[in-house]
């Protein structure tokens, strides 16, 4: 575990010396702005934040963050550089920690940047500090999870394009396709689907609550990625 910062460094590093990150964050924080300006100072409607985080930024992230995850371990099993990486005294927990903290740390500071929304709606009324940490508390585990996921599937092809493409799909099915499913069945299937459901986890935080059962759910489901992407590699290890 003492490796896993210095592999963490070494990935933010590359984030900052890369193109692509610069691109990945001018898209989210382009689009993250369109959604802020149209749904928040819309004609009659209530400068509020709601509108933003009220679907658009789970939109916005599904499609931005296997962008930002997909050369994290794909990269490194084109060039056949990730026998390299994993040699002793680096294990496998050491490399899936570290390449995920690093993507996390990057998508910390797309979140500190977007604070200047709330900044900027505080010239027009009072911002609601409890309502934002909420919010904020939501993305945070809302991102851990994507990146988790992206991570997996970055682990599981040496294909950049088709890590994205994957990550992609299951991002929708399990934020936006479980939940539709969701309103169209009963009894104990529905009960499933919404318990599946990303967005019906996440929607409580932007309503400004703070349920310990979506927590968990974040949680327990992200740790369940990274360690099937650590059990990836150790498949990778003894082929």
């Known amino acids: 575990m003492q490796n896993v910062p210095t592999v963490m460094r070494r990935e933010l590093a590359a984030?900052?010396?890369?193109?692509?990150?610069?691109?990945?964050?001018?898209?989210?924080?382009l689009t993250a702005g369109?959604?802020?300006g149209l749904g928040t100072f819309r004609a009659g409607g209530e400068a509020s934040l709601r509108?933003?985080?009220?679907?658009?930024?789970m939109v916005i992230l599904v499609f931005v963050i296997p962008v930002l995850t997909m050369r994290?371990?794909?990269e490194e099993v084109r060039a056949g550089t990730i026998e390299m990486l994993m040699t002793a005294p680096v294990t496998e927990v050491d490399v899936v920690l570290g390449k995920f903290l690093g993507a996390y740390v990057y998508y910390l500071v797309l979140l500190v940047i977007m604070l200047v929304y709330p900044l900027i709606l505080s010239f027009f009324g009072p911002v609601d500090g409890g309502l934002l940490a909420c919010h904020y508390l939501?993305?945070?585990?809302?991102?851990?999870?994507?990146?988790?996921?992206?991570l997996f599937f970055s682990a599981c092809t040496p294909h950049q394009?088709?890590?994205?493409?994957?990550?992609?799909?299951?991002?929708?099915?399990?934020t936006f396709a479980s939940h539709a499913l969701a309103q169209k069945?009963?009894?104990?299937?529905?009960?499933?689907?919404?318990?599946?459901?990303?967005?019906?986890?996440?929607?409580?935080?932007v309503?400004?609550?703070?349920?310990?059962?979506?927590?968990?759910?974040?949680?327990?489901?992200?740790?369940?990625?990274?360690?099937?992407?650590?059990?990836?590699?150790?498949?990778?290890?003894?082929?």
């Open 34 to 36: 369109l959604a802020f």
């Open 138 to 150: 939501g993305l945070l585990l809302l991102g851990a999870l994507y990146i988790s996921v992206g």
């Open 161 to 174: 394009m088709i890590a994205v493409l994957l990550s992609l799909a299951v991002l929708v099915l399990m």
């Open 51 to 57: 509108p933003m985080f009220d679907g658009w930024i």
């Open 207 to 239: 309503r400004g609550l703070v349920d310990l059962n979506h927590v968990v759910f974040f949680l327990t489901t992200t740790v369940f990625f990274l360690f099937l992407t650590v059990k990836w590699l150790e498949m990778r290890r003894w082929r």
């Open 15 to 29: 984030y900052f010396l890369s193109p692509i990150a610069y691109i990945v964050a001018a898209v989210f924080l």
């Open 185 to 205: 069945v009963t009894g104990a299937l529905r009960a499933l689907l919404q318990q599946l459901s990303i967005r019906a986890h996440f929607m409580d935080f």
């Open 72 to 74: 994290l371990l794909a």
